[in-house]
């Protein structure tokens, strides 16, 4: 997803180049289909044809993403451990500095 972020619209190949680039042993290019293919499938890009070549983009900002996977990990916790996971969040928030929970407060509230 960094790659896609860092530039917007990307092709298959392209990522592949960025990411072997950053190691000792290349991935194939059917390993970068799959996984993009599967982000896709799951809503997180967004996929266009140009010619033959398909290009992606990202259907969230890092930031939305971030909220929705906070949302999610959340979500999962309070579903499993019910009202034990909700103190163990009230704890922490009490142990904050006061400025930092107001501002945590702001933006629960989409302030």
Known sequence: MDAVWKDGEVSIRA???TLN???RRDRAYTTFLTAMRRLHSKGLLRRRREGKTDLYSPAY???EYDQLRAQAGVAS???EYGDV???QFARR????DPA???ALERLARGD
């Open 61 to 63: 900002t890092r930031e």
């Open 93 to 96: 928030v009490a142990e904050l």
């Open 85 to 87: 996971a909700l103190a």
């Open 100 to 102: 930092r929970r107001r």
């Open 77 to 79: 916790l309070v579903d």
């Open 15 to 17: 990522v592949m180049e």
């Open 21 to 23: 680039r950053r190691t």
